[in-house]
């Protein structure tokens, strides 16, 4: 499997993930100029995208979905909640309505639908699975709640939210309201429960740890690596910024097989992911 993220930050998300000629996107969150120049520096090509999954309807995660699944004709996939939040009017035959714990397969990838805390209508995070490898994409977390716990320990790779630092947030320039909303339990996780989570949950099949979704007013990359880099000396850390994608990466390059396919086990909320 391949993965990236194209884009990440509260000025736009967008997630890659691919297995062969199988991939997917999470979010569109940034003009679809800026998502074909961002792939055609990773050499990947906007028509080998088979379905966009959509967490929520806050502009940062749709800002482009409207053009760029036009464009391509790609399905989209997203709660009803969401959709109605989104006040977007995309061609019927494109929009596909889904629980937010639902199992949708996309050739060879499963894509589970991952209920969250946050002040959205009907939000989902989503794990993209191959039967092998299970890659959560774990952003605009209220709170780390028990879907967060569970996605956590049945990753080999994690993009996890770390969206701002607590000093740095009640120290800053935000409206009192706006850092209420931040930590309130429906907005964000900062660097020190993301931690703190990861901690707790993480499992030796963890091999790949992409931190994402950073403030741009309350955070910084140097401080979320100086947090998290002492404790990731097993796994591969990065950190995704706001300003460029990251690399593309290949799970073959983690040092792990991940060859003998395995079966899926439930949840109490979600039929969740691939259990080696």
């Known amino acids: 499997m391949k993965y990236c993220a194209i884009a990440s930050g509260s000025n736009g998300n967008c997630y890659y993930i691919a ?45 482009g979905l409207s053009v760029f699944c036009k464009r391509y004709q790609i399905p989209v996939y997203t709660t009803a909640g969401t959709y109605q939040g989104s006040r977007l009017h995309l061609p019927n035959h494109l929009v596909n309505i889904i629980l937010p714990n639902a199992k949708i397969q996309v050739g060879r990838l499963s894509v589970y639908g991952i209920p969250k805390y946050h002040d959205a209508k009907e939000p989902c995070s989503f794990v993209v699975s191959n039967g092998a490898v299970n890659i959560g994409v774990l952003t605009d977390l209220g709170r780390a709640c028990a879907n967060v716990q569970h996605v956590i320990q049945h990753a080999d790779v994690l993009v996890l939210e770390a969206n701002y630092d607590e000093d740095m947030l009640e120290q800053g320039r ?33 091999r790949h740890l992409i931190l994402s979704h950073l403030s741009g007013e309350n955070n910084s990359v140097d401080l979320v690596h100086g947090t998290f880099a002492p404790h990731c000396n097993t796994i591969k850390l990065s950190i995704a910024t706001r300003y460029q994608e990251t690399e593309l990466f290949d799970i073959r390059d983690l040092g792990e097989p991940y060859l003998k ?16």
């Open 174 to 206: 935000y409206s009192f309201f706006l850092k209420n909303r931040i930590r309130s339990g429906w907005g964000h996780i900062s660097n020190r429960v993301s931690l703190e989570t990861f901690l707790e949950y993480r499992t030796d099949r963890l």
């Open 19 to 63: 297995d062969g000629e199988d991939a997917v996107l999470v979010d569109v969150g940034i003009n679809t100029k800026h998502v074909e120049l961002r792939m055609a520096n990773l050499g990947i090509s906007p028509t080998s995208v088979k379905a966009i999954f959509i967490t929520h309807e806050h502009t940062d995660h749709i800002r």
């Open 261 to 276: 396919e395995s079966a899926c086990v439930p949840t109490e909320t979600n039929r969740i992911v691939a259990d080696r």
